[in-house]
């Protein structure tokens, strides 16, 4: 069992390690790595884990910005002191989502998630595709209770107006701003980061294409082959001046939602 930890601070990965070796007497730490450019590197230059370990806030940024940079295709347990980002943790290859600070029963019930995954499948995770959507079915429901938000307050001069989610075609950030863009065509600042949305809105009808768009369902056109393996997606009102790429490492996931 070749474990990957990547946690920035030292006594928690140490901990870990510790914890580790008592549950799993074959566990094998291969790297221990605390940044996400640290974490990119050593993916691209060796052999897939069976297990990694995630911290989410790191010393250069978040590690969600690790997949964004390399297609990680083993099975990953989140360790972090934030809750706020355990159903963004569901949309990767996440089988749990530890609380530091995590009792030993918490990472013993992680790595059975873990042999059960093991058993079923001895390829990349991608081919057990139907193990992970239960498991992500099962934490999701565990972790939301509230529905996913149905409508946005947005502000017009002094007045507001709610504006519902079905007619939202994307929203998007630009200069560290946030808009929404309104079927009707206009555009509406809105007062939440594109992590927080990607929470609050329905995945089966809204998908994060990139770090600077998140689209509807409804809005796209068409979408067409493009240089180095990637997808561009037209959309029926597009913006201004910028074609809307779905990176490489995203196309499956990405034709997968479309299917949906």
């Excluded at 370990?53 to 790191?58: N, R, S």
């Excluded at 193990?131 to 409508?151: F, G, H, V």
Aim: charged fraction near 25%.
């Amino acid at each position: 069992m070749k474990v990957v930890i990547v946690e920035d601070e030292e006594l928690a990965a140490e901990g870990l390690i510790l914890a580790l070796q008592r549950l799993e007497a074959t566990a094998e730490v291969v790297a221990v790595l605390d940044s996400v450019r640290a974490a990119v590197a050593w993916f691209n230059n060796n052999p897939r884990p069976d297990l990694a370990f995630f911290d989410i806030q790191l010393a250069d940024g978040l590690s969600f910005a690790i997949f964004e940079q390399y297609n990680i295709t083993c099975p990953v347990i989140f360790t972090t002191a934030y809750d706020e980002y355990a159903l963004r943790a569901f949309k990767v290859n996440s089988i749990d989502y530890l609380l530091k600070p995590f009792e030993s029963a918490d990472l013993q019930k992680a790595l059975e998630k873990w042999r059960l995954l093991k058993g079923e499948t001895s390829t990349d995770l991608p081919a057990n595709a139907e193990l992970m959507r239960r498991l992500m079915q099962q934490m999701t429901q565990q972790i939301r209770q509230e529905p996913y938000k149905s409508r946005f307050m947005v502000k017009i001069g002094d007045n507001l107006i709610s504006v519902n989610s079905q007619d939202i075609d994307y929203l998007y950030s630009e200069n560290k701003i946030v808009w929404l863009r309104h079927q009707n065509g206009r555009k509406y600042l809105i007062d939440y980061t594109l992590e927080q949305l990607e929470d609050l809105l329905d995945p089966t009808l809204f998908y994060r294409i990139n770090r600077k768009y998140i689209i509807a369902i409804g809005a796209i056109k068409s979408v067409a082959a493009y240089t180095n393996s990637r997808l561009k997606v037209l959309l029926k009102e597009p913006p201004d001046k910028e074609d809307i790429l779905i990176s490489r490492e995203r196309v499956e996931s990405f034709k997968g939602w479309m299917g949906k």
